[in-house]
């Protein structure tokens, strides 16, 4: 049970420390012998240091405080995002270390297996940590991945063939274990973890270049069964667009995401229906300047525009909060990069359209997605240390080992 215990042991104090000893037997259940054994190994294989204690108003001994070594072991996060790779090194204790990397992303796999493999060696490299130390690397990918191959399908903006097997690829590269995951699950799951989003029950979108969505339901990632939930930007808004081809994209997507409100605004200026409108005479037709327009209230393009996307949002949200039930909506991406300006007007429709509507607001974790992919090679790392003691004791029942 030595490893079992001890993975016990790392999670409450990664969750809850500093503690003492007493502290940990109390708080997981283990006898003070067990936890002294344990604790002991961790000492000496530098996973855990002691520190002083924070209470100064007790009469003689203190206690003696354990708290995890920060340093001792890392990970690599990586996000694949639509025009950079985003790489930054996470330690034990669930904190970003060192430089944040952003690399270009050239948009075929090969070169990005490359890219990350070049760029975690630097970023250790220029942090002096020894690649020893490197214990996990975990991806964001844009796309749906399957857990079982580590295969990548439905990326948007990668121009080579669906279903490439990313995590193999990466584990030729490095040493130790690699785990890839949907850019919206991984954000989800930052939001969860980083970003005060403790909610058993929530719904994350994503609104940017694309659409998507991750689900925590009952505390817990849910992919799906074949690992498409969450794939938001593929509801379909309405019999129009049955049977419509949209390519790699959703047609919710297209409706909604950045580039469909350049898009709109474009054709109705093609149209004619704005002449004279000061965002149709203006140059910059991107998301944050529409935004920008609306907010000052000096464009009818502007106004028509992002009342028709807060519709077709508002009504995808109902729909969503309709079927899970979910406690909150979490918005991100880079829509939502200029602020929280409509949200008023999205809980309007939302509310009108649930029975018991959800909380609403912007995500708050900053890289969300980075923090998420550190939460699960944290949970992968100490779920290692639980496996490989089962395995022991299995080999030991068998007669495989003293």
Avoid at 15 to 24: K, Q, V
Avoid at 42 to 65: A, F, I, M, T, W
Avoid at 350 to 368: D, F, M, S
Wanted: contains cysteine; proline residues 4%; glycine residues 12%.
């Amino acid at each position: 049970m030595g490893r079992i215990n001890q993975s016990l042991i790392l999670a409450e104090i990664l969750h809850n420390g500093p503690l003492s000893r007493a502290d940990i037997s109390r708080n997981t259940g283990l006898s003070k012998p067990s936890v002294s054994r344990s604790v002991g190994i961790l000492l000496q294989e530098n996973l855990l240091r002691k520190v002083p204690s924070r209470d100064h108003s007790r009469v003689g001994r203190r206690p003696e405080l354990l708290s995890i070594n920060h340093q001792a072991c890392l990970f690599a996060c990586v996000d694949i995002g639509g025009s950079d790779l985003t790489i930054t090194i996470g330690n034990l204790s669930g904190e970003f270390v060192g430089n944040t990397e952003s690399l270009k992303n050239n948009h075929h796999w090969e070169g990005i297996v490359e890219t990350i493999h070049a760029g975690v060696k630097q970023l250790l490299s220029s942090a002096g940590f020894p690649i020893e130390r490197l214990k996990g690397i975990g991806v964001a990918v844009q796309g749906v991945v399957d857990l079982g191959g580590f295969t990548v399908s439905s990326a948007p903006n990668i121009g080579d063939p669906d279903g490439y097997p990313l995590g193999r690829a990466l584990r030729s590269c490095f040493s130790c274990p690699v785990l890839i995951e949907n850019d919206v699950n991984a954000e989800a799951l930052g939001e969860h973890w980083k970003g005060g989003a403790r909610y058993s029950n929530m719904v994350h979108i994503s609104l940017g270049t694309v659409v998507g969505g991750g689900l925590i339901l009952n505390g817990q990632l849910f992919r799906g069964a074949h690992y498409y939930a969450g794939e938001i930007g593929w509801l379909i808004p309405g019999k129009d667009y049955l049977f419509r081809s949209l390519d790699k994209y959703g047609s919710l997507e297209s409706l909604i995401s950045g580039p469909a409100m350049t898009r709109k605004v474009e054709s109705l200026i093609a149209q004619g229906n704005f002449a004279g409108d000061a965002l149709a005479e203006s140059s910059d037709l991107s998301p944050k300047n529409i935004f920008r327009y609306y907010k000052a209230g000096t464009s009818d393009l502007a106004n028509h525009v992002v009342k028709e996307w807060l519709s077709n949002l508002g009504i995808a949200i109902s729909n969503i909060c309709s079927l899970l039930d979910p406690e909150a909506v979490i918005l991100g991406g880079g829509l939502t990069h200029s602020g929280d300006f409509f949200l008023n007007e999205l809980r309007e429709i939302v509310n009108w359209g649930t029975q018991n509507p959800p909380e609403l607001h912007i995500g708050r974790a900053k890289n969300a997605s980075l923090c998420g992919m550190l939460r699960l090679c944290l949970d992968n790392y100490l779920g290692t240390l639980h496996a490989a003691e089962m395995g022991r004791q299995t080999a030991c029942s068998n007669g495989g080992g003293g």
